[in-house]
């Protein structure tokens, strides 16, 4: 069973804690107006859980409290505020969702950079390119996309906003300081608006918000970025590498048969994306834990395009 964890840092998720099905924690409030987390007291400890792991109840009479008071804003009056903890295979098909429903499968694309702007060395973030920049040697996102479902609840003027690459006239999306920062550097396509173009096709099909969408997908790129996988892409710049390498260094990473969830994407003999096929991911689960089998056809090798024109 997965384990739903409450954390000191949301973002660092540092100093986990594993929280007990059915027990009721004292709750304080959420981490900003509509977030995604709830700040909990456990034992003497302030954590932070994602409100999908439990559901917050008022006072909580006869179940097993921790005595202290949550202010409400709106009144002057003191309240107990809790929240009970769920077992996480119940909430799986409990989390929000767009009215198509969840997607049960998903793709991470994720790029190479340099392959990508050979052919569009016009963008910003090809002419910005540097041999010292996160991108020149780590995968970038691309973008997370539900299975078949595209553009949910979105006006017909932002479909063909997005649709005409008039991405710059695209809402601005409500996402944290860190997720920007974060995206400024494993996102570079955000300096022509590639962000919002993935939000409005793919990210409002997701059913969570524009953060936690962002934060999901940047940390599945993040465990791909820090496994074999990018060692060998980066150890072969210049160089050809194979399917069976790379299928490989998907399995050393992420265990026997994670290579055969990834398509090989080439373009001009380029390595260009890997597309990653895996189930809806929850935010917090590791890439390893969420991969399922593709089918359909990758490139048998491609050179690791170096930066440059």
């Avoid at 008071?69 to 098909?93: A, L, M, Q, R, W």
Wanted: proline share 5%; with cysteine; glycine share 8%.
């Amino acid at each position: 069973m997965n384990k739903c964890e409450a954390y000191t840092s949301i973002k660092k998720k540092s100093e986990p804690v594993t929280l007990e099905p059915g027990k009721v924690y004292q709750a304080y409030g959420l981490n900003k107006e509509s977030g995604d987390y709830i700040s909990i007291k456990v034992g003497k400890q302030s954590k932070w859980i994602n409100k999908n792991c439990g559901q917050l109840t008022p006072e909580g009479q006869g179940r097993d409290e921790i005595q202290s008071s949550y202010e409400d804003e709106s009144s002057n009056e003191s309240e107990t505020t809790y929240v009970e903890i769920t077992p996480i295979e119940e909430k799986k098909t409990a989390t929000s969702c767009p009215p198509q429903g969840c997607a049960k499968e998903y793709v991470l694309a994720i790029s190479w950079q340099p392959s990508f702007c050979q052919t569009k060395q016009y963008k910003p973030e090809c002419i910005s390119q540097t041999t010292d920049r996160y991108d020149a040697t780590n995968f970038t996102l691309h973008g997370l996309w539900p299975d078949r479902i595209y553009y949910c609840g979105v006006s017909y003027e932002d479909q063909n906003d997005s649709k005409d690459r008039n991405w710059d006239d695209l809402p601005v999306l409500d996402l944290d300081e860190e997720t920007t920062s974060e995206l400024d550097i494993v996102m570079p396509g955000k300096q022509s608006y590639l962000h919002r173009h993935e939000w409005i096709k793919h990210g409002t099909c997701d059913g969570r918000n524009e953060d936690t969408y962002y934060d999901i997908s940047v940390d599945l790129l993040n465990d791909v970025n820090t496994s074999e996988v990018q060692d060998l892409f980066e150890a072969n710049i210049g160089k050809r590498i194979t399917r069976s390498q790379i299928e490989r260094a998907f399995d050393n990473s992420f265990g026997e048969g994670a290579g055969e969830s990834v398509k090989i994407r080439c373009k001009s003999g380029l390595i260009s994306e890997l597309q990653i096929k895996m189930r809806r991911p929850l935010l917090g689960e590791k890439l390893a834990d969420v991969l399922l089998p593709r089918s359909g056809s990758s490139c048998s090798s491609g050179i690791v395009d170096p930066v440059g024109f």
